[in-house]
């Protein structure tokens, strides 16, 4: 059972334009998440992130909102940039508990120029 | 910005063989992670430690083993190579929610 969905798995946007990722979890003791880059031969690189308590975190051109309700979490860049392309994944995790992160599938972004 | 070392990044070897993923970072993390993943796919925990001498298995069952002698190192070991150990393993380590990744060693078991 996959606690971490990403249901989009590519997405291609303009560059200059809104790029807007998303991402649903179905765990609700899930506190903290977080949004990684990747790409290809390379590790996943940290973007942002946001607690719980929060429902909007912003990093220069990089906003996560988070919707505790709906249980779901975007990640909107703007402006695109072609270096933006790349896999983008989100993660889940319990800070209390272990901080384990679930990760869900990724997405591939493709940003034209 | 975490320091995160992985050995070798890319391993073609024979079935049956023992294998030894380095992984090492400079920050002074208390927590290490192994990941695994397949192409197109998310990452599956598969080891995680808390410390020294601490070692746990993850969310994916593996074949695989750990240890944690030092903050700085845990390798991971498969002592008997198989074709379905081919994947990408990922080391990540971190505090404070954030895990900071390595690039990964990609293993390719003929």
């Known amino acids: 059972d996959q606690q971490v969905k990403q249901n989009s798995p590519s997405l291609s946007v303009q560059e200059g334009r809104i790029s807007i990722l998303n991402c649903d979890y179905t765990?609700?003791?899930?506190?903290?998440f977080l949004w990684y880059k990747k790409y290809p031969a390379e590790g996943p690189t940290f973007l942002i992130s946001?607690?719980?308590?929060?429902d909007k975190n912003e990093d220069g051109r990089f906003t996560v909102f988070l919707n505790k309700s709906a249980k779901h979490l975007s990640l909107h860049i703007v402006p695109s940039q072609p270096g933006d392309s790349a896999v983008y994944f989100c993660?889940?995790?319990?800070?209390?508990?272990?901080?384990?992160?679930?990760f869900g599938q990724g997405t591939t972004l493709q940003v034209k120029p | 910005e975490a320091d995160i070392y992985q050995t070798p990044r890319y391993l073609v070897i024979g079935t049956g063989k023992k294998i030894t993923l380095e992984c090492s970072q400079t920050?002074?993390?208390?927590?290490m992670y192994w990941y695994q993943q397949d192409p197109g796919m998310e990452l599956h925990l598969i080891h995680y430690?808390?410390?020294?001498?601490?070692?746990e298995k993850g969310d994916l069952s593996s074949e695989s083993t750990v240890s944690r002698i030092r903050t700085e190192h845990f390798p991971l070991t498969l002592e008997s190579a198989r074709p379905s150990h081919t994947s990408q393993y990922l080391c990540?380590?971190?505090?404070?929610?954030?895990?900071?990744f390595g690039d990964g060693t990609r293993l390719s078991i003929l």
């Open positions: 990540a380590s971190g505090n404070a929610g954030v895990q900071h």
């Open positions: 765990n609700s003791m899930f506190d903290y």
């Open positions: 946001i607690s719980s308590i929060k």
């Open positions: 993660a889940a995790s319990r800070i209390s508990n272990t901080g384990k992160l679930i």
């Open positions: 920050m002074g993390h208390d927590k």
């Open positions: 430690s808390y410390g020294v001498n601490s070692t």
